[in-house]
T-cell receptor, first 113, second 115 residues
Framework: GGIITQTPKFLIGQEGQKLTLKCQQN?????MYWYRQDSGKGLRLIYY???????QKGDLSEGYDASREKKSSFSLTVTSAQKNEMAVFLC????????????FGPGTRLLVL | GEQVEQRPPHLSVREGDSAVITCTYT??????FFWYKQEPGASLQLLMK?????EINEGQGFTVLLNKKDKRLSLNLTAAHPGDSAAYFC??????????????FGTGTLLSVKP
């Protein structure tokens, strides 16, 4: 088995601020993902990475940067936080990108004042 | 590209009743499907992974049906109990760019099971 950890658990920021979320996995999975979860909208893919130093844009990449520093970690940066923004950011990992199951971390809850 | 519609958005049942959540998808070439459960404040847990070759999939206390002709995936909880109260998400594996597949998620169903 393995585990995905996300830090911080809660993130409160100011409008215009750059905010960074971190994700670590010990599954030894190749692929990692960042999703945004908004109430009533399901999960939307922001970025994913199929290996160390690889980055692929998802459907919601505008306003975000990502970094896959090493196989076990994947960071997401909100480049300029939007006022009244509230969402949960979920990190996931899988062995590959084809039929493999994605395993999710506990999430980071973002609130922008 | 692939689109997934999930219904209903909210579902309230009594303990012991059945509960049915349905997703419809558009890409007839989709071949992997997933159901996830998300309890309040927690992350998504895999309930079941379904392959396109299997139409009836039995889990513990639930059944997942895949109707490829109608492009419909359903989660049927046979005798719901309060511990089943959670949000449920379907996901369909779809081709994405040149880098493999990605999951397209339904918008979720919030299930409430009352004693």
């Amino acid at each position: 088995g393995g585990i995905i950890t996300q830090t911080p658990k809660f993130l409160i920021g100011q409008e215009g601020q750059k905010l960074t979320l971190k994700c670590q996995q010990n599954f030894n999975h190749d692929t990692m993902y960042w999703y945004r979860q908004d109430s009533g909208k399901g999960l939307r893919l922001i970025y994913y990475s199929i290996t160390e130093n690889d980055l692929q844009k998802g459907d919601l990449s505008e306003g975000y940067d990502a970094s896959r520093e090493k196989k076990s970690s994947f960071s997401l940066t909100v480049t300029s936080a939007q006022k009244n923004e509230m969402a949960v950011f979920l990190c996931a990992s899988s062995i590959g990108t084809r039929q493999d199951t994605q395993y999710f971390g506990p999430g980071t809850r973002l609130l922008v004042l | 590209g692939e689109q997934v519609e999930q219904r209903p958005p909210h579902l309230s049942v009594r303990e012991g009743d059945s509960a049915v959540i349905t997703c419809t998808y558009t890409d007839p070439n989709s071949y992997y499907f997933f159901w996830y459960k998300q309890e309040p404040g927690a992350s998504l847990q895999l309930l079941m992974k379904v392959f396109s070759s299997t139409e009836i999939n039995e889990g513990q206390g639930f059944t997942v049906l895949l109707n490829k002709k109608d492009k419909r995936l359903s989660l049927n909880l046979t005798a719901a109990h309060p511990g089943d109260s959670a949000a449920y998400f379907c996901a369909v594996s779809a081709r994405y760019g040149g880098s493999g597949n990605k999951l397209i998620f339904g918008t979720g169903t919030l299930l409430s099971v009352k004693p």
